[in-house]
């Protein structure tokens, strides 16, 4: 028997989570699919794209008892939907799964009291590129992040830029250096520009995020000791020492990050990505925005 999954939000985003839930229900990982949103024409084309099930509210939807919940509303609404349904189902929640450290830090708490998962939906960690970059890598003493992309429509419900890009990088920092401490030594934050200059535990990494009209740029250059790494995540492409690289992206990332969180409830795999992993980016944003210098971790 498969999982009982209920989708939360039928946008974008969600859309693409649902294709993957169809292509797992077919694989026998998902039993049923119950998608939720409150725009009609969301959920006429949910129910054309597979999903046995639509609600115009979560409250109806609580009703087939679902075992996962993916959560891929706006930004501004993960927490609050996230709280809602921690205590009911195991919870994906599209990035961030909370603004704020203090929501991350009480949802962990309610996660820890139902037994629920609560996974934040991290994608970069499924990009092969980066795992090929990072495993080319050792002992690094500088990192550069930047990451380019078109602003939203709606940017307000995105937060800002920090939240929507630079956070995907940051987590791959803190994965990649496992740190205990971050010394923040200069931050440019604004709703449409980011820049984060950090040492982890005496790597120096830099992260750069930008909302412009138009066009997409993800370049990471990592440095050690007679090593030069340059990864472009969006051409798939890995330079090493001058030696050039392309890496084949076998599965599309969101859709692994989906089986993940499928099979972690399953108890079948360990879950990619955990809120104390959220919370860790959290305390380094909110440092950076308050101009604290130092953050445990």
């Known amino acids: 028997m498969g999982v009982k999954v209920a989708l939360i939000g039928v946008g974008r985003i969600g859309s693409i989570h649902l294709k993957n839930l169809v292509r797992l229900r077919s694989e026998g990982l998902v039993d049923e699919i119950t998608a939720v949103d409150a725009d009609p024409s969301r959920l006429s084309e949910a129910r054309s794209m597979g999903a046995d099930e639509t609600f115009d509210s979560i409250d109806a939807a609580l009703i087939r008892h679902p075992e996962a919940t993916v959560i891929a509303t706006p930004t501004n609404t993960h927490y609050e939907v996230a709280f809602k349904l921690v205590g009911k189902s195991h919870l994906l929640v599209e990035k961030p799964a909370t603004v704020t450290l203090s ?42 992040m930047v990451r380019v992309g078109p602003a939203p429509q709606n940017p307000t419900q995105y937060v800002g830029v920090i939240y929507d890009l630079a956070i995907h990088d940051l987590d791959l920092a803190l994965m990649m250096t496992k740190p205990i401490k971050a010394v923040v030594s200069r931050t440019v934050i604004n709703m449409y520009d980011s820049s984060i200059l950090l040492d982890l535990d005496g790597v120096s990494v830099g992260i750069r995020s930008k909302w412009v009209n138009s066009g997409k740029m993800r370049v990471h250059v990592y440095i050690s000791p007679g090593s030069l ?13 001058g030696e050039v690289k392309r890496v084949e992206q076998r599965e599309e990332p969101i859709y692994l990050e989906d089986r993940n969180f499928i099979e972690a409830v399953m108890g079948k795999a360990k879950p990619f990505s955990t809120l104390l992993d959220h919370i860790k980016c959290l305390r380094i944003i909110e440092a950076a925005q308050r101009g604290i210098a130092s953050v445990a971790l």
Do not use: Q
């Open 229 to 241: 790494v340059v990864a472009d995540l969006v051409n798939h492409v890995v330079y090493n020492n």
């Open 103 to 144: 929501e991350a830090i009480n949802l962990l708490n309610e996660a820890k009291k139902s037994g629920n998962l609560v996974i934040p939906a991290m994608v970069e960690r499924f990009n092969e590129t980066v795992s090929e970059a990072i495993n080319m890598v050792k002992e690094p003493i500088a990192i550069s």
